[in-house]
């Protein structure tokens, strides 16, 4: 699962209880979530269930999965409850049974069988638009927008300067940068965060995503439904890139939000008052496992040639075993994030080079950058020659990286939870074993029959039946 659909599922499972039943009335929420966020197992459990008439016995499901595989099918049992979709009876003298939740399935096969009338999906404008702008030309507008919002982060950087004609940004943009940790400061003279760092090595679709999430934090405290917010993001993501389409069955949020978004680069309007608006690629691509950067070069390569394939223009940085970095670009706003952990010395027309050093690593640290952040901003952006190699980075340069940052580091804080106190070893074995399988064991002691878990929803399923099952035995 990519960064991108773990912290919308982290939203999500942040919700309400009674705010997941209205969110699943919209087929196009339904659509987004279940291709977004549910594991592949987890999808085949949904599929088969869908268009059955009667719940299914638990006994009947799990035996559906091998049994060495049961800490992967315990794990997408687990996440569709956690998500509302699928719920536990339990009736007397009957076995446990599952079935899906309700309006979450209804929702579902309305979606792929393209039945009701819940215009979920947009409205497409019959009429068409004088001023209808080409895909070419919403790209550069997403572009100019995007590239605003990284210039103004990245330019507040010490020692680091973007002179490119970028879009202004708006104040209510500067303000959710700031309420959202990224930068600190005045709005005229903004200091990146950590955070913020973080943000703008990030890939195109887990930075769009970052920054609607802090915009969903938002929302109630400018009078806005969170819920008619997070189903309009979703719609937007079923939309085709090009299209216009009509405003006239949008709540009074969701219209309100097309000049925010329109900010983002998410989506174009011709006037404040037109009645249609158009998606942009950044929107298009929210529900996608494709990423807004693979899918459109140009978001980083503002020289793309017409007819040019994404696959062979995404990446423009090489790297050699001697730590020489040669960059293909003449983005001002690519240089400037390179300066903050390479030491440029050569610039060219379509062309920088430089080379990573141990003060450069050590200085980017210093402003909150990890190595793991260098390494996937790299790796992201390779070059399409470095990708016939395997692996794409070399090994050389990777493990420098890391030990030019640990120089100063020897401790590493994991956040989560500390399970003892089993009463025999065997109880202890069979915990410790699950969440090995599961994939959530980050340490343990067998001397001390204790270990450290990075979530603790499962195991305490796991705990709670394994109590469950031991009761009738001792009584």
């Given at each position: 699962?990519?960064?991108?659909?773990?912290?919308?599922?982290?939203?999500?499972?942040?919700?309400?209880?009674?705010?997941?039943?209205?969110?699943?009335?919209?087929?196009?929420?339904?659509?987004?979530?279940?291709?977004?966020?549910?594991?592949?197992?987890?999808?085949?459990?949904?599929?088969?269930?869908?268009?059955?008439?009667?719940?299914?016995?638990?006994?009947?499901?799990?035996?559906?999965?091998?049994?060495?595989?049961?800490?992967?099918?315990?794990?997408?049992?687990?996440?569709?409850?956690?998500?509302?979709?699928?719920?536990?009876?339990?009736?007397?003298?009957?076995?446990?049974?599952?079935?899906?939740?309700?309006?979450?399935?209804?929702?579902?096969?309305?979606?792929?069988?393209?039945?009701?009338?819940?215009?979920?999906?947009?409205?497409?404008?019959?009429?068409?638009?004088?001023?209808?702008?080409?895909?070419?030309?919403?790209?550069?507008?997403?572009?100019?927008?995007?590239?605003?919002?990284?210039?103004?982060?990245?330019?507040?950087?010490?020692?680091?300067?973007?002179?490119?004609?970028?879009?202004?940004?708006s104040e209510g943009v500067k303000k959710l940068l700031r309420d959202g940790g990224l930068v600190a400061g005045k709005s005229k003279a903004p200091t990146i965060t950590q955070e913020g760092f973080a943000f703008v090595l990030q890939d195109v679709n887990a930075q769009v995503w970052t920054i609607l999430l802090l915009y969903l934090d938002a929302a109630a405290l400018m009078n806005m439904d969170p819920v008619d917010v997070l189903s309009f993001l979703f719609m937007l993501g079923s939309l085709e890139l090009g299209q216009d389409y009509s405003k006239a069955n949008l709540s009074p949020t969701q219209t309100q939000m097309l000049d925010d978004l329109a900010d983002f680069g998410l989506v174009y309007q011709t006037s404040h008052s037109s009645e249609r608006f158009f998606p942009t690629r950044l929107s298009t691509t929210l529900t996608s496992d494709a990423s807004a950067l693979s899918n459109s070069a140009n978001f980083f390569s503002p020289n793309l040639r017409s007819g040019e394939s994404s696959s062979e223009s995404s990446g423009f940085i090489l790297v050699e075993t001697n730590y020489r970095i040669y960059a293909y670009t003449s983005s001002p706003l690519q240089i400037a994030i390179l300066q903050l952990f390479c030491r440029l010395s050569t610039r060219y027309p379509n062309m920088v080079a430089g080379r990573i050093t141990r003060d450069s690593v050590r200085r980017a640290v210093g402003m909150g950058i990890t190595s793991d952040q260098i390494i996937s901003f790299l790796?992201?952006?390779?070059?399409?020659?470095?990708?016939?190699?395997?692996?794409?980075?070399?090994?050389?340069?990777?493990?420098?990286?890391?030990?030019?940052?640990?120089?100063?580091?020897?401790?590493?804080?994991?956040?989560?939870?500390?399970?003892?106190?089993?009463?025999?070893?065997?109880?202890?074995?069979?915990?410790?074993?699950?969440?090995?399988?599961?994939?959530?064991?980050?340490?343990?002691?067998?001397?001390?029959?204790?270990?450290?878990?990075?979530?603790?929803?499962?195991?305490?399923?796991?705990?709670?039946?394994?109590?469950q099952q031991q009761q009738p035995k001792a009584a």
């Amino acid at each position: 699962m990519s960064t991108s659909s773990m912290r919308s599922l982290e939203y999500l499972e942040s919700m309400p209880g009674m705010a997941f039943a209205r969110l699943y009335q919209q087929p196009s929420t339904v659509l987004a979530i279940f291709r977004r966020t549910l594991t592949h197992l987890a999808k085949t459990f949904v599929m088969a269930m869908l268009f059955l008439s009667h719940p299914i016995a638990v006994t009947d499901l799990e035996s559906w999965v091998r049994p060495n595989y049961r800490g992967e099918r315990d794990q997408a049992l687990n996440l569709l409850e956690r998500l509302k979709i699928l719920r536990t009876s339990t009736n007397p003298g009957k076995p446990r049974q599952y079935s899906l939740t309700q309006p979450f399935a209804g929702s579902l096969r309305d979606a792929l069988t393209g039945g009701g009338d819940h215009r979920s999906f947009g409205v497409p404008c019959n009429t068409p638009s004088r001023e209808k702008p080409t895909r070419e030309e919403l790209d550069t507008f997403a572009r100019n927008q995007w590239d605003g919002i990284l210039g103004y982060m990245v330019g507040s950087a010490e020692g680091v300067s973007v002179a490119a004609q970028v879009a202004s940004v708006s104040e209510g943009v500067k303000k959710l940068l700031r309420d959202g940790g990224l930068v600190a400061g005045k709005s005229k003279a903004p200091t990146i965060t950590q955070e913020g760092f973080a943000f703008v090595l990030q890939d195109v679709n887990a930075q769009v995503w970052t920054i609607l999430l802090l915009y969903l934090d938002a929302a109630a405290l400018m009078n806005m439904d969170p819920v008619d917010v997070l189903s309009f993001l979703f719609m937007l993501g079923s939309l085709e890139l090009g299209q216009d389409y009509s405003k006239a069955n949008l709540s009074p949020t969701q219209t309100q939000m097309l000049d925010d978004l329109a900010d983002f680069g998410l989506v174009y309007q011709t006037s404040h008052s037109s009645e249609r608006f158009f998606p942009t690629r950044l929107s298009t691509t929210l529900t996608s496992d494709a990423s807004a950067l693979s899918n459109s070069a140009n978001f980083f390569s503002p020289n793309l040639r017409s007819g040019e394939s994404s696959s062979e223009s995404s990446g423009f940085i090489l790297v050699e075993t001697n730590y020489r970095i040669y960059a293909y670009t003449s983005s001002p706003l690519q240089i400037a994030i390179l300066q903050l952990f390479c030491r440029l010395s050569t610039r060219y027309p379509n062309m920088v080079a430089g080379r990573i050093t141990r003060d450069s690593v050590r200085r980017a640290v210093g402003m909150g950058i990890t190595s793991d952040q260098i390494i996937s901003f790299l790796g992201t952006h390779a070059h399409p020659q470095m990708r016939k190699d395997h692996p794409v980075l070399p090994a050389t340069v990777v493990d420098q990286i890391k030990l030019w940052q640990i120089e100063n580091e020897r401790m590493k804080a994991t956040p989560g939870y500390l399970l003892n106190g089993f009463a025999t070893a065997q109880e202890y074995e069979g915990a410790c074993q699950y969440a090995r399988e599961i994939g959530v064991l980050a340490w343990n002691s067998d001397e001390r029959r204790a270990f450290f878990v990075t979530r603790i929803e499962q195991m305490s399923t796991y705990l709670k039946r394994g109590k469950q099952q031991q009761q009738p035995k001792a009584a």
